[in-house]
């Protein structure tokens, strides 16, 4: 045999099996050796008790008919009636078909030799009886009466010897009860030999079972369940299997996760390649940039223009002032600038948001309302960023609003997990709010809806709300108005969320 197949150690199921399989023999095997022995315990009986019972019924029925023998010729010789003479012939051939039925049932020598000697002093008999008779008819009653002494030691002896007959089959049931008995014991005695090799057997098969698999399963689901560890496992394999569809539904969704960090890396590596060429374009393009107001300035001053190139400057310079402003916003995403951070109300900054935009939002036909209790507790932040946000989200509800509309700001006080207590700023408006389908894409850096936009606006928004340890959510509806709410923890709180 290959040494490989020597040191190969025998797997848990296969134990296991091989326990099962040997009990279930063991006990198949005790159940046929027990059914087995009782078959033949039964047949012996059976045959035994017939056997026997017989042999002595016949011992029995020899006697009597001897017995009736004696008597019918004691009463012939005493009356010579004929009547006797035939009762005595017909108790003479039942006692022959007695003796030859014995004779067929004897299985032994010692039966044999018994119903021999039975047979031969019968015929001794019967032949003394017969020339008592002869005698009796010549001579009278005297003669036949003269040899009853030796008639009546031969009669004693054939009832001897079927007393014996009878004896010995007494004591062969005897005897076959005791044989029965011993093997009873036997069956009994392997009967519990077969009960407590299954017991035993029954006993590794469970501490197998115990120590081998339903332990360590139980030391998994426990293990396995860190939300309750107080909680008693009743069916370890039933929490086991519960444990893993949880776990395999932890690796899916890690997998997700995994996937989405994975387009959010590449993003980000797009993002700081854009990134960096943005700053490079942009240091490129406004000085030269710088250049050309300053001349187109310095032209429109000196220079006497006719209306038509009045109009032409107007608008290379409204053109010029576009491109800085996305040069601005490049520069601006690329390498945001440091916060200047001080204590200041949400308050006072939509009240400068407002005040700065007044003019423009007149000019686009639209309505502003702030709703405020109170004014709202001091946050930690630079108060221009957060006007640029408020600013931007007004402005982008103007230009939603092209047919002029509400702006509707509300402010309020709460708290949020894990940032404590905050401030809420909602910005609404009427517009046309932002489809479900690009909801979620809004903030993502060069996203637009917009012909001339550069899709920097909301994202620039939301890295100074989350630069201020708050957030910039979005709440809208297609065709009821678009909410965007700004959250910023309160002074204090913000130290205790880090």
Not at 18 to 26: A, D, N, R
Not at 249 to 275: I, M, N, P, W, Y
């Amino acid at each position: 045999m290959p040494p490989s197949w020597k040191s190969r150690p025998i797997s848990l199921r296969t134990r296991i099996a091989l326990s099962l399989l040997t009990l279930v023999g063991i006990a198949l095997a005790g159940g046929i050796a027990t059914a087995v022995s009782v078959n033949r315990i039964s047949a012996q009986v059976a045959a035994a008790v017939n056997e026997h019972a017989t042999a002595s019924h016949l011992s029995q029925k020899l006697k009597t008919s001897l017995s009736m023998q004696k008597g019918l010729l004691a009463y012939h010789m005493l009356d010579a009636d004929p009547a006797w003479m035939q009762e005595l012939d017909q108790q003479h051939r039942e006692f022959e078909q007695w003796l030859r039925k014995a004779r067929e049932m004897a299985r032994e020598d010692a039966d044999r030799a018994v119903l021999n000697d039975i047979e031969s002093g019968y015929l001794r008999y019967s032949y003394a009886r017969e020339r008592a008779v002869e005698r009796s008819r010549a001579g009278g009653g005297s003669e036949g009466l003269g040899a009853g002494g030796e008639m009546q030691a031969q009669f004693s002896a054939i009832l001897g010897l079927c007393e014996l007959y009878g004896e010995m089959q007494t004591r062969k049931m005897e005897e076959g009860r005791s044989h029965i008995l011993n093997r009873v014991r036997f069956i009994k005695v392997l009967a519990f030999l077969t009960i407590g090799g299954v017991a035993v057997l029954g006993l590794v098969l469970h501490y197998t079972l115990m120590d081998r698999v339903l332990k360590p399963l139980r030391r998994m689901a426990l293990a396995a369940g860190p939300d309750q560890p107080q909680a008693p496992v009743v069916d370890e394999v039933k929490a086991l299997s519960l444990r893993v569809q949880s776990l395999m539904q932890d690796v899916d969704q890690t997998q997700s996760a995994l996937q989405q960090s994975r387009e959010h890396l590449l993003q980000a590596e797009k993002l700081a390649s854009v990134g960096k060429l943005a700053a490079g374009v942009a240091h490129s393009i406004r000085n030269p940039l710088t250049s050309v107001k300053m001349r187109l300035f310095s032209m429109e001053r000196t220079l006497e223009l006719t209306p038509a190139q009045r109009e032409d400057i107007e608008v290379i310079s409204e053109e010029i002032r576009h491109i800085d402003t996305i040069v601005r916003n490049f520069l601006e995403y690329s390498r945001p600038p440091k916060l200047k951070l001080q204590n200041v109300s949400p308050s006072d900054v939509v009240d400068a948001a407002i005040q700065l935009l007044r003019h423009r939002i007149e000019s686009y036909g639209v309505e502003v309302e702030v709703y405020r209790q109170r004014r709202l507790p001091e946050v930690e932040g630079d108060p221009e960023q957060l006007k640029e946000v408020l600013v931007n989200l007004m402005v982008n509800a103007c230009e939603a609003m092209a047919d002029g509309g509400k702006i509707t700001i509300r402010e309020e006080e709460g708290r949020s997990e894990p940032m404590g207590r905050v401030t809420v700023v909602r910005v609404s408006d009427t517009g046309p709010g932002v489809p479900e389908a690009i909801k979620e894409m809004v903030f993502q850096p060069f996203f637009s809806t917009k012909e001339e936009g550069t899709g920097l606006g909301l994202s620039i928004a939301e890295r100074i709300i989350h630069d201020h340890k708050g957030c910039l959510n979005l709440r809208s509806r297609e065709g009821k108005g678009a909410t965007f709410i700004i959250t910023l923890p309160c002074l204090g709180d913000i130290w205790l969320r880090y």
